[in-house]
């Protein structure tokens, strides 16, 4: 026991060295933690799109038709840019970027709703940008509903036995729950920061990985900088080494960057650590079975980078994993940045407890014994070397 106990602490030690000596390795683990964050955090900031202009097309022309104008202006979603004569004046706004939305009042309009009628009008926008869809739309909404309840409360007034203490259309009023902010950064951030994290480390265990392979191929299938020692106490040397160098990424990622973006932290910090913990080990033993696809250092950026992307569709940020198939659900729940996404939005951003967000806390767990497996069979049946002295200078 004593003798695998001093093989671990002897491969912990060696795989610090061979990170701090591999420039690559360290920009994996600092400068992307560091920079990616800040990167996605400003890109989204501001989060939300105040006053997106619009263009006014009335042919209708009556004190009803103003007075929806005046609402639509009055909205925060939007601002009336222009009042353009025709639609082909309109469409001239839109192209020339003066407006992103053009709403149209048709000749009809007042004289439907006076008949209690149901009245027409059409809203084109520009899609180049979601938000702006999104802001034209929910205007319109709120200005429809509050509209049609004004208009209705004007027919009850006029009945000769009105409804004591009158009538009141349903208010509307929307409650964000969880991002107060009701921004894309708030929305996705948190859950990319978890994702950032493992990729970090995922690249960095692949481009260690990659530098002995070819040292390997140098010296006949032996790599004199890694000790020689059995597959256990190698994989539990390595492990302990990313997951000891991966404590301060998960606290700046996981903290610091939420405070300073002013991202939503309605949750326990300690349910944030607790989840980290398993989470921090699963990302280990996962980069430990996966640096066997990466045979050179260049195959890195070929082989894991690309999967960042992939992975991020499958945590269910732009995508919800329910509307997935089957077979792409089981491959999301393969990935721990999957369940660690879904269990820090729900911690950080809707203040839920660890207990209810036991089913990703469990799955976790899972993937440490099941990636520990794997792992424990890629170094002892794959990445196994020569038993040669150890060498302690030389490429």
Aim: aromatic residues 12%; proline residues 5%.
């Amino acid at each position: 026991m004593i003798s695998i106990l001093k093989d671990i602490y002897k491969v912990w030690i060696n795989e610090y060295k061979l990170v701090f000596r591999d420039v690559g390795a360290l920009i994996f683990i600092i400068f992307l933690p560091l920079a990616y964050p800040i990167l996605y955090s400003l890109i989204y900031n501001r989060e939300v799109v105040k006053d997106v202009p619009v263009a006014i097309v009335d042919e209708c022309r009556t004190p009803m038709s103003r007075q929806y104008a005046r609402m639509l202006d009055a909205t925060e979603q939007v601002r009336i840019a222009d009042y353009a004569a025709n639609m082909q004046d309109a469409r001239r706004l839109m192209a020339e970027r003066e407006a992103f939305g053009i709403v149209y009042l048709p000749n009809e309009f007042s004289r439907k709703v006076g008949r209690g009628e149901q009245a027409e009008m059409q809203v084109y926008c520009d899609m180049s940008v979601m938000l702006r869809y999104k802001n034209v739309l929910t205007a319109i909404t709120a200005v429809n509903a509050e509209l049609g309840g004004k208009v209705q409360m004007s027919k009850v007034t006029q009945l000769e036995n009105p409804p004591s203490g009158g009538v009141m259309p349903i208010p509307f009023r929307m409650v964000p729950v969880g991002n107060s902010a009701m921004g894309m950064g708030s929305a996705i951030i948190p859950g990319i920061l978890a994702l950032i994290l493992q990729q970090a480390f995922l690249l960095c265990i692949a481009c260690v990985s990659a530098t002995s392979r070819e040292r390997k191929l140098r010296h006949n299938g032996y790599d004199h900088r890694r000790v020689n020692t059995g597959a256990f106490a190698t994989l539990i040397g390595k492990a302990m080494c990313y997951v000891s160098l991966m404590v301060l990424p998960m606290i700046y990622l996981w903290r610091f960057v939420p405070i300073i973006f002013s991202f939503p932290q309605h949750g326990d910090v300690w349910h944030v650590i607790l989840l980290g913990m398993p989470y921090m080990l699963a990302v280990a033993f996962f980069g430990l079975t996966l640096q066997t696809l990466v045979r050179k250092r260049e195959a890195v950026f070929t082989v894991l980078v690309v999967t960042s992307v992939f992975f991020l569709f499958l945590s269910g940020i732009s995508w919800p994993r329910y509307a997935m198939s089957g077979f792409w659900t089981f491959v999301g729940d393969l990935i721990p940045s999957t369940w660690a996404v879904q269990a820090i939005w729900g911690i950080n951003s809707m203040g839920a407890s660890l207990a209810q967000q036991r089913e990703a806390y469990i799955a976790i767990w899972a993937l440490v014994g099941v990636y520990f497996v794997t792992s424990y069979l890629v170094l002892k049946f794959v990445d196994g070397q020569k038993r040669e002295p150890e060498v302690s200078e030389g490429n």
